[in-house]
């Protein structure tokens, strides 16, 4: 006897209409469409819905553009629009705009309909029938969202029973069941939706859930495993107040939880949160499941340990499903299997001492709170394998101060060999002050600093403003050209870091002399 076949579910994405309801969300005719694209042919989702009818003129602009495109693809009956019973001038709009479905909102709560209507049960689906007739006279698809269905449900089912008892010989599609104030737990969800399925065994129901008590992904699970033949999400979990569930989370979960089938393609959830975000203006948080910057880092080292020895910290929930990559964080709480992931990935190759030396390096710069990312890492192994440990000067204090149209100023403490100075200096930027100030100080060991023949600063590729900053000076000494590197999170301290490599060579060179010269002067 063969297995049963996986149950699919079907994905509709609302971000285009509930996740604009998301305050300061505004999307522009062209971000529509262009997310609409992406949600249809790569994404796959199921159906789209696209926009409230009556909005404004520019709205029917944006869903008329969304539906051309879709009819040239034969994708436009996946296309939705928000309707109401209003005397046909909601079908009038999406008509007008090529729109080929309506999603009708009916009243599913005796609350909202003796409240907001003024209307008894059986005048309200009298309304709604002839809406849906017209609809169809029209050509137009209807599903029926039940609007508050979920306290509706709560405080009299026998009002949604029989309001859906009345409408049953209409010509409706699907029959969306929304948590519209997000108030089901789980178990609610599972029994009520459960009992809509035993009563109405041939309407297929849909789940619409909000995330005001953070359960919207788990209600999703809940109504599906329930028996609900679709649910909704949006990208990022936009939507009004908490928002609603997120497509990434519920397409993943009813995947590896429930062993649920979808049209989706994993592959392109990151880019279609990158593109919702830059488009909504709504940052994604850097620990959001699947589609966070930060979902598939690894900080601790035993954890990168583990790995290395047998993707002992792997799941199911892999980056690849994604097009992304695992990580391995570099800092203070960084490890040698952490280092040797990243160099794995760069393709470098050090000696275990030199490992050593840049882990140093690397957990030195984790205690300023700096996050090191793989691309750093080329500027830290160059800094730490090029320098020599010479420890004649160490800055023990320093303070740089910079404004607008005033001279810059730098406090300095420093070590040379067993004396500590102090000095300030102030000049044309930070590092000049600086510079000035570690003048004084080395004048009175008989030193001079250097000219400054070149000066160069990068960053790794990439664009990050907190990326790692290497600095490169070129200095003229007796001894020829000296080129010293300095790398920080601040360009400023990456120069003074480079400035006092080359001030520790040059002492090292100035004593080297004097022990030559002490030796000759005993021979």
């Known amino acids: 006897m063969s297995e049963m076949a996986p149950r699919q579910i079907r994905i509709m994405d609302t971000t285009l209409r509930d996740g604009e309801q998301t305050q300061g969300v505004s999307f522009s005719p062209e971000e529509k469409l262009n997310i609409a694209k992406l949600l249809l042919e790569q994404v796959r989702v199921d159906r789209i819905e696209v926009a409230s009818a009556r909005v404004s003129s520019g709205e029917a602009s944006a869903v008329a553009r969304i539906i051309d495109w879709a009819a040239e693809r034969e994708l436009a009956d996946r296309v939705e629009v928000l309707g109401f019973v209003d005397g046909g001038r909601s079908l009038e709009w999406i008509a007008g705009a090529g729109g080929r479905v309506i999603n009708l909102l009916a ?62 010989e209409c010509d409706i599609g699907h029959v969306m069941l929304p948590d519209t104030l997000g108030i089901m737990t789980p178990a609610q969800v599972s029994r009520a939706i459960t009992d809509m399925v035993v009563r109405f065994p041939e309407v ?11 359960l919207a992904t788990a209600n999703v699970m809940a109504a599906a495993a329930a028996g609900a033949s679709g649910v909704h999400c949006t990208v990022n979990c936009l939507g009004e ?58 900080t601790a080292g035993i954890h990168a340990d583990g790995d290395r020895k047998g993707s002992l ?25 952490s280092l040797a992931k990243n160099l794995e990935r760069l393709d470098i190759e050090l000696s275990d001492e030199q490992q050593h030396k840049v882990l140093r390096r690397i957990i030195e710069l984790g205690d300023s709170k700096k996050t090191i990312t793989t691309e750093d890492l080329p500027f830290i192994i160059a ?12 800055l023990l204090a320093c303070s ?23 000095s300030v200096g102030s000049g044309n930027g930070g590092f000049d002050a600086f510079t000035n100030a570690l003048a004084r100080v080395v004048k009175k060991r008989g030193l001079s600093l250097p000219a400054l023949l070149d000066y160069e600063v990068r960053i790794p590729r990439g664009g990050r403003t907190d990326a790692l900053t290497e600095c490169l000076i070129t200095w003229e000494t007796e001894a020829g050209e000296l080129r010293t590197r300095g790398v920080h999170s601040n360009q400023v301290f990456a120069a003074i870091a480079a400035t006092l490599r080359m001030l520790n060579i040059l002492m090292h060179r100035a004593h080297g002399r004097a022990e030559k010269a002490s030796a000759t002067g005993r021979d």
């Open 400 to 422: 740089v101060s910079s404004a607008l149209d005033l001279e810059s100023t730098a406090s300095i403490r420093i070590r040379l060999d067993d004396e500590v100075f102090t």
């Open 313 to 337: 910290y792997h799941s199911r929930l892999s980056p690849e499903r994604f097009a992304r990559r695992r990580k391995y964080a570099l800092g203070k709480l960084a490890g040698k299997a």
């Open 107 to 168: 009243k599913g709560s005796e609350k909202h309909c003796m409240g907001q209507l003024g209307k008894t049960l059986d005048a309200h689906a009298a309304d709604v029938a002839a809406t849906v007739a017209e609809a169809r006279a029209r050509g137009l698809a209807v599903n029926l969202y039940l609007e508050d269905w979920s306290n509706g449900y709560r405080d009299k089912p026998a009002y949604v029973f029989g309001l859906l008892e009345r409408l049953a």
């Open 204 to 214: 297929a129901f849909d789940f619409h859930p909000h995330n005001d008590y953070g």
């Open 383 to 394: 800094e730490v394998l090029e320098s020599k440990d010479y420890h004649h000067a160490e």
């Open 241 to 298: 107040r908490a928002g609603n569930a997120s497509l990434a989370e519920v397409v993943v979960n009813l995947r590896d939880q429930l062993g649920f089938v979808t049209r989706v393609d994993e592959s392109h959830l990151v880019r279609a949160s990158e593109l919702v975000s830059f488009f909504s203006g709504k940052r994604i948080a850097d620990n959001a499941p699947i589609v966070g910057a930060d979902v598939f880092t690894q």
